[in-house]
Every structure is written in C-alpha cells, then in structure tokens.
C-alpha cells in the first residue's frame, strides 16, 4: 500500500538545496515529533481531553501534508474537525486508523530515504518500524 506521495518530499529535498543530511534531519524530526503527537491523541482519547485531541490532530494534520502523507493528512483533519467541542463517538476508531496510518507513512518515508540517500542508514534502529 502506497501512503506517500513521494513527490512532495522530492520538492521538500529541492526546497532545502538537495541537502540530502538535512532531508534527513527534517524527516527524523517528523518521525519522532509525530511518535510524540499520536502517542499524545491516544492519551487524549482515553481520558476525555479534547483540546489535547484536537491540537494533536491539527499538529499532525499539517507535519503529515508537509511530508507528503496525505491520506494520514486527511485522517488528522477528519477528527480535528470533529473535536471541536466534544469527544466524537468513534474516536477509538478514529484514533487507531491515524496510528495504524501513521506506522504505514514513517515505513514508506524510511524507505524513500534509504533509497534516496543511496542506501545509507539514517536512522537508528528501533527508530522506524515497519
């Protein structure tokens, strides 16, 4: 399954110079940031904190867009909206598809930069899981 637009982290390398290090950076960056966000809409999800759901939704809505994650893009902006006042009904369900989405983008983005930086290891291991 496809979940990455590739073109828009080539246009992310083209933007940043063809800095292949700093692709690097800014892609570690992401993946542990976004570790963080989804670990945070879980907790969220769990004790009842929309405003925390919401944020962490809108954070990873736009981090997710940036490195060409659409559909998980969609996902976050699926239930930002619906977390503007209440907790929505399916957000156990809700929450577990963009955490499943989420471990399907940093494989596929793994895989990109390996390619893309000829097969150098960027990332320690357990940083990325498939």
């Known amino acids: 399954m496809n979940v990455l637009d590739t073109r828009t982290l080539a246009q992310l390398q083209e933007l940043i110079g063809g800095d292949r290090a700093e692709l690097i950076e800014l892609v570690e960056t992401f993946l542990v940031e976004g570790d963080e966000i989804v670990a945070d809409m879980q907790a969220a999800s769990t004790s009842g904190d929309v405003e925390l759901l919401r944020r962490s939704a809108h954070s990873l809505k736009a981090s997710a867009q ?3 994650a659409n559909q998980l893009s969609t996902l976050c902006a699926t239930l930002e909206s619906g977390s503007k006042t209440a907790i929505p009904d399916a957000v156990d ?3 577990r598809e963009i955490t499943n989405q989420f471990a399907t983008a940093k494989h596929e983005i793994k895989l990109y930069i390996e390619d893309k930086t000829g097969g150098l290891q ?3 291991a357990g940083d ?3």
């Open 66 to 68: 940036d490195f060409g």
């Open 93 to 95: 369900a809700q929450v």
């Open 122 to 124: 960027p990332f320690k």
């Open 128 to 130: 990325v899981e498939p």
